[in-house]
């Protein structure tokens, strides 16, 4: 089954505690990319990646970090979390850019 | 600054009629063009892909495309209590490199009364 996985789906952390937020898609997709949805805010980009070691920023990206070291994963790394970046957070894959993405089922993030 | 706006609802109505979204987009080149469906707390999910101007029907969902007009619509019949959540609308544009990809409107809230 054509699917994005993410892990964990949900987490309650406290401030500054690293952490990491796993994505896998097994689809064979070059794009991939990590949104937060917010109340009234709507779906913005973090970080994006084209392929295999090529990633770029979105329109959010302070406080956050990616690889993309296989073609597979796509993990989302919190260095010192911070309670601004309590959200919801998606991966999404797709063979383009500009491409209908396929979206994992979401991780609730609430840092305290 | 390329924007993708969205009524944001909430658009309310009776079970068995039309429903009609609304999405304009500003980028003239834009090229491929999304409606996803997304229930409170769940993930979006893809319900439509237009390319070229005109409709395009699948089942319920018919998506209409206008882009000398640069807006695209999504119009679901009979309309069921099941069809309420948030239509987020995506469009791609045409750029080269690190320009392309989706932008995205924050999404119109329907629902669909019993």
């Known amino acids: 089954e054509a699917q994005v996985t993410q892990n964990p789906r949900y987490l309650i952390t406290v401030t500054g505690k690293k952490l990491t937020v796993t994505c896998s898609q097994n689809m064979n997709h070059e794009y991939m990319s990590w949104y937060r949805q917010d109340p009234g805010l709507g779906l913005r980009q973090i970080y994006y990646?084209?392929?295999?070691?090529?990633?770029d920023k979105g329109d959010v990206p302070e406080g956050y970090k990616v690889s993309r070291k296989e073609k597979r994963n796509f993990p989302l790394i919190l260095e010192s979390p911070s309670p601004n970046q309590t959200s919801l957070y998606f991966c999404?894959?797709?063979?383009?850019?500009?491409?209908?993405?396929?979206f994992g089922d979401g991780t609730r993030l609430s840092i305290l | 600054q390329k924007e993708v706006e969205q009524n944001s609802g909430p658009l309310s109505v009776p079970e068995g009629a039309i429903a009609s979204l609304n999405c304009t987009y500003s980028?003239?080149?834009?090229?491929?063009f999304f409606w996803y469906r997304q229930y409170s707390g769940k993930s979006p999910e893809l319900i439509m892909s237009i390319y070229s101007n005109g409709d395009k029907e699948d089942g319920r969902f018919t998506a209409q495309l206008n882009k000398a007009s640069q807006y695209v619509s999504l119009l679901i019949r009979d309309s069921q209590p099941s069809d309420s959540a948030t239509y987020l609308c995506?469009?791609?544009?045409?750029?080269?490199?690190?320009?392309?990809?989706?932008?995205w409107g924050l999404g119109t809230s329907l629902a669909v009364n019993p």
């Open positions: 999404a894959s797709s063979h383009d850019s500009n491409q209908p993405q396929h």
């Open positions: 995506a469009v791609g544009n045409a750029g080269a490199g690190n320009n392309r990809k989706l932008i």
């Open positions: 990646s084209m392929n295999v070691e090529v990633t």
């Open positions: 980028d003239r080149v834009s090229q491929s």
